[in-house]
């Protein structure tokens, strides 16, 4: 390939990556790869095999946030991640970790709570959350663990903000597996840090 096609080949890969950005973070899109797509057909390149990787996009929704939402952002994902603590304080016992976009620092209104748990028992969940009158559903999560594709239980809080938190039940053989495909996860004690942080550089 000419210097001049994969020059163009990545300049198309950015500006999908910006547009994608701008998309999730104006029109409260959450999947990387809706954004994406819908990127492509706006700018006229769906048949595009040159889609930006979810990492691209992110690093564009970051620039995004801090270049055009630098006031209002910062309150939005402290208002996320004091609910995610509040959650996580509430389910102590079963050792929950944040993942995800909340996170990151990435997330936005329309975003949901990802928190992970680690047991072989997913019935002391569920009886957890009913015991405590938690309005949940069930349902399934599609996670990449120990080399391959695996489905888990997982359970939709509803909160009183109506933003959702979901809660993957993983198995307990999967904390030690050092599965990089996870992401980057954070106890409650580091979420809290995260907060007094967020406070400490207003």
């Given amino acids: 390939m000419s210097k001049d096609r994969l020059h163009r ?5 950015e500006q999908l990556a910006h547009q994608a950005a701008r ?6 899109i959450t999947d990387y790869a809706f ?14 095999q040159h889609l930006p990787s979810n990492d691209e996009v992110e690093m564009a929704l970051r620039s995004f946030r801090a270049l055009y939402q630098s006031e209002s952002h910062p309150l939005v994902l402290h208002q996320l991640r004091q609910q995610a603590l509040a959650v996580m304080q509430l389910l ?14 990435t997330a936005g209104e329309q975003s949901d709570i990802n928190l992970l ?25 599609s996670i990449h663990l120990m080399g391959r594709q695996q489905t888990v239980p997982s ?3 509803k909160t009183e903000t109506g933003v959702p938190v979901n809660i993957a039940v993983l198995p307990e053989n999967a904390r030690h597996s050092g599965s990089r495909k996870l992401g980057k996860q954070a106890d409650t004690a580091a979420v809290k840090r995260l907060l007094n942080e967020s406070v400490d550089n207003e």
Avoid: C, I
């Fill in 23 to 28: 998309l999730m973070a104006e029109g409260g």
């Fill in 155 to 157: 359970f939709t809080l």
């Fill in 35 to 48: 954004a994406k797509r819908k990127a492509a057909k706006q700018l006229g390149a769906e048949d595009t």
């Fill in 92 to 105: 102590e016992p079963f050792h929950p970790f944040l993942t995800g976009s909340v996170l990151k620092g």
């Fill in 9 to 13: 080949r990545d300049l198309m890969r």
């Fill in 117 to 141: 748990v680690y047991s072989d028992d997913e019935k002391a969940m569920m009886m957890f959350l009913l015991k405590h009158n938690l309005p949940f559903e069930g349902g399934e999560w």
